[in-house]
């Protein structure tokens, strides 16, 4: 069966295009693979200080996942800090990796610059590494991700080649994937650029856990295009085509399907927001549920490290054992 692994960062709340892009295929990709799905608290170091933060999002995140619909019974979801592996081996991969491949990162160059004056760590350059040890510690086949996640995807791979020719074959060479129907959601307010949430105000992104009204509201304000005709063209129309694309993601059509049957905009935006509206509704009722009770939240998590451990520790050993370390019996 393909082994497929997916992370995400506990920066903050959930919005519609990590559900969209991301989220919504590891549910659906659960029963057809066997899937691995973490959440990289420390990968969120590298831009969090302060105490205390990165726990209670990596809490928030776990309910969210599993009322997104990941079966703990069938995925193994696990938080990367209880599973020591990913820092063991994410060493092993900052020595496999050059200085100027990781200078190269787009990520890095563009995260670094916007940090201006504050403090850019070390860990915020080295980070490929350790995303290529979330990866390759699971022997992951397929890694399903948004389009920003290319590059980290590219050198991982080029990070299990290089270890396999210089120590053997150790590691799985992963693939990434992206999924077809809303790959890319756009900021409503600016819709050149991605939703983000480090992207500038509130009113372009819809989180997971809005009020339906206040889903509502955002997409009436939804910036869209000066004529007034509907189709779907990213480059020419992108605030219409971003509106598309979302209805199409809920409704399971192609956005041109979707596009067929609008003449204006104010019903397009209307139509779309009810039908995020109802896409979240029941994810909604599940989180609030499942944060009442974090010792069952707990409960799952601890499972999850379990299982993601029995792998990764035999990855890593694998890996001590093919690169020559010394083990503790001569
Ligand atoms: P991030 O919130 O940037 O850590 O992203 C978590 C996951 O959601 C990654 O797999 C991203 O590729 C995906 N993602 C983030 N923003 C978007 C977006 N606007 N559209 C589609 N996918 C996204
Ligand atoms: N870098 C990814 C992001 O910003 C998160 C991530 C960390 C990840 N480790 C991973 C994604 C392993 C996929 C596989 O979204």
Redesign the pocket.
Known sequence: MTRVL?C??P?GPVHL??Y???LRNWVSGQHECDAFHGIVDLHALTVTDRPGVVGENTLELAATLFAVGLDPEVATVFVQSHVPEHTQLGWIMECTVSYGELSRMTQFKDKAAKREADFVSAGLFTYPALQAADILLYDADDVP??E??RQHIEITRDIAERFNTRFGATFVVPKMVTPKAG????DLQDPTS????SSGGDAGIVYLHDDPSVIMKKFKRAVTDSDSEVHFDRAHKPGVSNLLEILAACTGRSPEEVAAGYQQYGPLKNDTGEAVVEVLRPIQERHRSLLEDRAELSRLLRRGAEKARVVASSTLARAYRNIGLLPLDV
């Open positions: 997916s995400i960062q920066t295009g990590n969209l892009g991301a991700v948004g920003d996640q790959a890319k959601v756009t991605k939703m983000s949430k």
